[in-house]
C-alpha cells in the first residue's frame, strides 16, 4: 500500500521517533540497553560504524545528530563524550560514575522524591545511579529525610552482588571453566574502603560522611542485596519495626518499580538472585524493637544499571517510565 495518506503516516512516524545512539554498545551496560530495544518502535537506532567506535570525530557526529546519547564508558571518556557535544537539545544519559555528584545534573532515581523526578524530565543531563549505590540510598535517603536518623549517624552498609557486576572482564573471569577455585566462594572486596559508589552514597543521602561499606561479590551472574543494620536506640527516637514499615510505605507510596514488602513477608531468609533479569527493586524491614535490618533487592543489571537507563530515558521522553521493563509483582 503506497497510498498518499500511508506514506505521510510514515513520514508523521519518523518524526515523532527519537533517535538514541548508545557509545560503548559493546560493554556490559550498553549491550544490556542495545538489546532493550530490539522490540521498541518509539525510537530510532543510530549505529556507529564498529571501526570507527573510538574515532572522536565519528562519535561526535552521532552524539550531535541523535535526541539522546547514552554513555556507556569509563568515567575519562564519558567526560570526553559530553565535551563533543555541540547541538544543545541532544540529552545525554550517562551510565558511569563521573557525573552522578554534580548538581546541573539529573540523579537518575525518580522514586527518591518529586525533586528527582522532575529534575529528569527537565534536565538534558541525567546521570544513571551505582547499582550497590541504588540499594543504598532506597534506604538511606528516606531514613535522613523523614528524620528518623540524623545524617551524622554511623551508617554501616553490607551488599552482595552476582558476578556480572564486574564488567566484561570480571565476567570472563568467573565463566572460565579453568578459573580459580577462591572464585566458588563469596569474596570481600573493595578492603580500602575507596569504593567508587561511597561518592553518590553520602552525596545524595546527604550524609556528613561516607558509610562503613562491605560489598561482596558471589558466584552467581544477576541479583543485589543491599543491607543497613540499625540499633533503635541510636535513632533519634526509639522507633518500632511498625514505624518504619510505615514510613518506608509512605515515602513510596503509589511507585510500580520500588515496592515496599509488609512486615514478615520473608520468613527465614532472603535469597539475593530473585530478581535476576527484573527492573523492579523491593525493600523489606525486619528486625526486633532493638536491631532493625532493611534490605533492598534488585538486579544489579536491572534497577542497578540498564533497567534504570532506560526508565530515565522513558521519563525524558514523557512516556510510561515502564515501557520496555520487566516489572513483577
Known sequence: DRSPSRGLGDVYKRQKMKRIFIDGKDGTT????????????????????PEKRKDAKERAKMINESDITFLCLPDAASI??????????VKIIDTSTAHRTLFDWAYGFAELSEEFRNKIETSNRIAVPGCYASGFNSIVYPLVKSGFISNDYDIVCFAMSGYTGAGKKGIAQYEDKNRDKELDSPRIYALTQQ???????KAISNLSKEPIFTPIICDYPQGMLVNIPLYTDKMSKKYTKEDIYEMFAEHFDGSDIVKVRPLGY???????????????????????????????RFDNLGKGASGAAIQCLNIAMGIDEKTGLNIGE
Open 30 to 49: 550498553g549491550l544490556k540497553i542495545y538489546q532493550r530495544f530490539e522490540n521498541r518502535n518509539d525510537i530510532e537506532l543510530l549505529l556507529i560504524d
Open 80 to 89: 570526553e563524550a559530553v565535551e563533543l557535544v555541540e547541538n544543545d537539545k
Open 195 to 201: 569504593h567508587k559508589h561511597l561518592k553518590e552514597m
Open 266 to 296: 520473608s520468613e527465614n531468609m532472603i535469597g539475593s538472585n530473585n530478581f535476576a533479569n527484573r527492573d523492579d527493586m523491593e525493600i523489606e524491614i525486619n528486625g526486633n524493637d532493638d536491631r532493625i535490618i532493611i534490605t533492598s
